[in-house]
């Protein structure tokens, strides 16, 4: 049987004892809860906090999102945890704004953002088209991250997104819609998916498990 213990988190095949050690950034985000529920669906019972100290010391932390940039940032600069997301030591997981506020600058609002991973976000403006937010299930293509730990070319996770970063050194998956982008980002202790792996099914399912296991 899989056995792996990090810090009184103890995962075994699929259930999940937790005490303190799973963080969510609580802030002005629409889906904080949805990747709450997400996690409980795995037997993973996450403290949704803006406490500086317990985001420092959790064993893992995620910073979900939806919402506006420039409002957002505004929001964590408030609080003063932009700083603390920045010098997180643990893996954290960026979802689809939070994967955006750790880029270095967003088009939407014209906000600086996070930086944590030197790239720019663009506004999707397809010619002649008056539609311009990729909305439903698509395929992340030529993967390489943990995240993506046992995918095959079957998967598919559910995008809705009116802006995008494109391709760049930290480019862990990428997607088309209009052209290339990167649909997962990763440096060093930070992931980030465009996608809502908490609303994609039981693929989102194995993405977040993934996650669990670094």
Known sequence: QKHIELKGMVYKNKTMIFTDEIAVVKYNAGNIYSVDYA???LG??????????VLMSAEQS??????EAETTMSHLRKNRLDEVIKNLK????????GMQLMCRHSEEGNA????????????????????STPYGMEHPDHVRS????G????????????FYVPLNEFTAAQTDYILPYSSALHKDNF???????EKSGAVGERILRNFLEL
């Open 44 to 53: 993973v019972e996450a403290t949704i906090t803006s406490d500086k100290e």
């Open 146 to 149: 943990d995240l993506f730990k």
């Open 90 to 97: 643990q893996p954290v997981l960026g979802i689809c704004l």
């Open 39 to 41: 996690l409980k669906r």
């Open 112 to 131: 600086d953002c996070l930086g944590i991973f030197d790239t720019d976000v663009k506004l999707f403006s397809p010619p002649g088209m008056k539609q």
């Open 151 to 162: 995918f095959t070319k079957e998967e598919f996770v559910y995008f809705v997104h009116s």
């Open 62 to 67: 995620y910073l979900p999102g939806v919402g």
């Open 191 to 197: 992931y980030a998916t465009q996608f809502h792996p």
